[in-house]
């Protein structure tokens, strides 16, 4: 605040015409109220005064020969703040009616009153230019608002991005500039109680367009903690949020048709597996090929049976692939102990099965038939999908002991269906 000199303290409690103005002021008297329409102008001659807003106080008038009241009296507006007696004070009253009268009586005095009021707008249009030039070159979007949430700045890239004239944002409720205010004060709120918040999405609409914002809300207080200013940076997230929507569109057209096809999928893998699990073609139909397999049977389980005991690997090898590439009727020849591992695999092609350890099919039974029929599923190693093949188990005895099993796996063989087993 201004101050007069010493020496014009000295000539206002010199001159009787100022004498009837002059009061005492009791501690914690109050001089004015906030939002009041006196228009009443104050020095201070003596003791401390407190100055509240919102019931804070927000500053001190302690020197003698400050002046206050001044902007009220000469912009003809109400009260900004509370003035209240900190401690038992002495001040000059001049009534606003007295104010133009003292203009000829005491020149002296009203030019310093009007040179106060001149210095106060002077550090205002100074501080609003240094705030105008700090938002021009800050790249984001900046509106600047006080605490009652009018727009009190803004920098060049904001009027662009909300098409606004500086002139009518000026003073404009800061909430009003977006097309759901109830939204901005929410996050105002928050903002009040953190501090900042970040990247909320705010919409402006002009001629018939809406423009998505990225907004961030700080909130700044004096050190009572009375709000005092806050700051939007805005950010134009337009495309960004119209191709999230365009994806979000195509992913629910995209579930959708997957659910319409669903059924019509399904139908068409259990179709699929169906024919993957369809027997072999029965092509061969003569008993000469059963005949042919007991006495491939018989003859290699009289030639292994001591291999098996003993494992030897090197006799299973040679009985088998004779027997193997003489027949040309089998696919694969497979050799297992009485404990289902498997001694000897043979087929005839070695990169187009993986080779067992133990044979995969449940118990085989020792008493019945000697012969099992057994169709069981097969996995070629670059083929995952499963397919029946037919296996026949022959049982190889040792003084009628089972001792291991011969599984051949023949081209094709026209096999009854439920036929598991025969002699």
Not at 89 to 111: A, D, G
Request: proline letters at 3%; hydrophobic letters at 35%; aromatic letters at 8%.
């Amino acid at each position: 605040m201004s101050a007069l000199s010493e020496i014009e303290l000295q000539r206002i409690l010199a001159d009787p015409s100022l004498a009837p103005f002059i009061q005492e002021v009791q501690e914690g008297k109050v001089i004015f109220y906030e939002g009041d329409e006196s228009q009443d102008i104050y020095i201070l001659l003596e003791g401390s005064l407190e100055v509240k807003k919102s019931g804070k106080i927000i500053s001190m008038i302690t020197k003698p020969g400050e002046i206050f009241g001044e902007m009220a009296s000469l912009l003809d507006k109400k009260r900004s703040a509370t003035i209240k007696a900190h401690t038992h004070s002495k001040i000059l009253k001049i009534p606003h009616e007295e104010f133009q009268v003292m203009s000829q009586n005491l020149p002296w005095l009203h030019q310093s009153i009007c040179q106060s009021l001149a210095h106060k707008m002077k550090r205002t249009t100074e501080l609003n230019l240094s705030l105008s030039e700090l938002c021009n070159l800050i790249p984001d979007s900046v509106i600047v608002a006080n605490f009652e949430k009018k727009i009190i700045q803004t920098n060049q890239s904001a009027l662009e991005l909300v098409e606004g004239i500086y002139e009518q944002l000026m003073g404009t409720e800061v909430q009003d500039i977006f097309e759901d205010p109830s939204k901005c004060l929410q996050y105002m709120h928050m903002a009040e109680h953190e501090g900042t918040v970040r990247d909320q999405l705010l919409t402006i609409t002009k001629n018939n367009i809406t423009k998505y914002l990225s907004t961030t809300i700080t909130c700044l207080k004096d050190p009572t903690g009375k709000i005092s200013t806050y700051i939007f940076f805005l950010k134009d997230v337009t495309k960004h949020v119209r191709l999230e929507k365009r994806l979000k569109t195509i992913s629910r057209l995209v579930f959708i048709l997957i659910l319409v096809c669903l059924p019509f999928i399904t139908y068409t893998l259990y179709k699929q597996k169906e024919l993957n699990l369809k027997p072999p073609d029965k092509i061969l139909n003569s008993s000469n090929v059963i005949e042919k397999l007991k006495h491939d049977s018989k003859s290699l389980s009289g030639a292994i049976s001591s291999a098996i005991i003993g494992n030897d690997i090197k006799i299973l090898q040679k009985q088998v692939t004779d027997t193997f590439s003489q027949s040309g009727i089998y696919n694969r020849i497979i050799v297992i102990d009485k404990n289902k591992n498997v001694l000897f695999d043979y087929y005839k092609d070695q990169l187009s099965k993986k080779k067992i350890q133990k044979y995969p099919i449940g118990q085989l039974s020792e008493a019945g038939a000697s012969f099992k029929v057994l169709r069981v599923y097969e996995s070629d190693k670059d083929n995952s999908t499963n397919r029946i093949v037919l296996h026949i188990a022959y049982r190889i005895e040792k003084d009628k002991n089972v001792i291991g099993w011969i599984i051949f796996e023949p081209k094709e063989l026209d096999i009854a269906d439920g036929i598991s087993e025969f002699n």
